[in-house]
T-cell receptor, first 111, second 116 residues
Framework: GQNIDQPTEMTATEGAIVQINCTYQTSGFNGLFWYQQHAGEAPTFLSYNVLDGLEEKGRFSSFLSRSKGYSYLLLKELQMKDSASYLCAVSLSYNTDKLIFGTGTRLQVFP | DTGVSQNPRHKITKRGQNVTFRCDPISEHNRLYWYRQTLGQGPEFLTYFQNEAQLEKSRLLSDRFSAERPKGSFSTLEIQRTEQGDSAMYLC??????????????FGSGTRLTVV
């Protein structure tokens, strides 16, 4: 089976840095995605990693280690609007964009 | 382009009734996906289309579920004889479907189904 693990909940303070971890054990691997989902809304794409290393996009960065089956999403200079669920998802193969999602990490940012 | 559009946004139905949802993808996207999401969980894959061809169906998609994408444009997801366990958010997404354009899906706002 496919297994993607993330912490269920995290809290942080406005202006701080938070790291959300994701570990995966899947039958195939063709990239890892992070999505942000505000309550009651659709997920929105944040980042994509297919090679090892760090991808930086403004306040958000994502890291991947394929040998360890591990990724993290780093959020800097947290803002109240960053309170949301963060979903880690793995693409299993080149032939399909089908994604296997983790259960998501609910982040609450406090003033 | 207004993104991925799903209708209706909310649907309340009685157990045993049939329901149909519609998804209009981004026009230049040739892949279309249906996912189901329950509270506190990540989206679960149901099925996907490349143009009009349905290429994969999850085991989650029982005989009561059917999806179509006639002419490779909009798609419909029908649930027959709804059960309370079908209550969930049904998300549609579309993508370019090419490795070079792997910028992730664009999701629609979803249809929230409540079966009473």
């Amino acid at each position: 089976g496919q297994n993607i693990d993330q912490p269920t909940e995290m809290t942080a303070t406005e202006g701080a840095i938070v790291q959300i971890n994701c570990t995966y054990q899947t039958s195939g691997f063709n990239g890892l995605f992070w999505y942000q989902q505000h309550a009651g809304e659709a997920p929105t794409f944040l980042s994509y990693n297919v090679l090892d290393g760090l991808e930086e996009k403004g306040r958000f960065s994502s890291f991947l280690s394929r040998s360890k089956g591990y990724s993290y999403l780093l959020l800097k200079e947290l803002q109240m609007k960053d309170s949301a669920s963060y979903l880690c998802a793995v693409s299993l193969s080149y032939n399909t964009d089908k994604l296997i999602f983790g259960t998501g990490t609910r982040l609450q940012v406090f003033p | 382009d207004t993104g991925v559009s799903q209708n209706p946004r909310h649907k309340i139905t009685k157990r045993g009734q049939n329901v149909t949802f519609r998804c209009d993808p981004i026009s230049e996207h040739n892949r279309l996906y249906w996912y189901r999401q329950t509270l506190g969980q990540g989206p679960e894959f149901l099925t996907y289309f490349q143009n009009e061809a349905q290429l994969e169906k999850s085991r989650l998609l029982s005989d009561r579920f059917s999806a179509e994408r006639p002419k490779g444009s909009f798609s419909t997801l029908e649930i027959q004889r709804t059960e309370q366990g079908d209550s969930a958010m049904y998300l549609c997404a579309s993508s370019h479907g090419t490795q070079e354009a792997n910028y992730g899906y664009t999701f629609g706002s979803g249809t929230r189904l409540t079966v009473v």
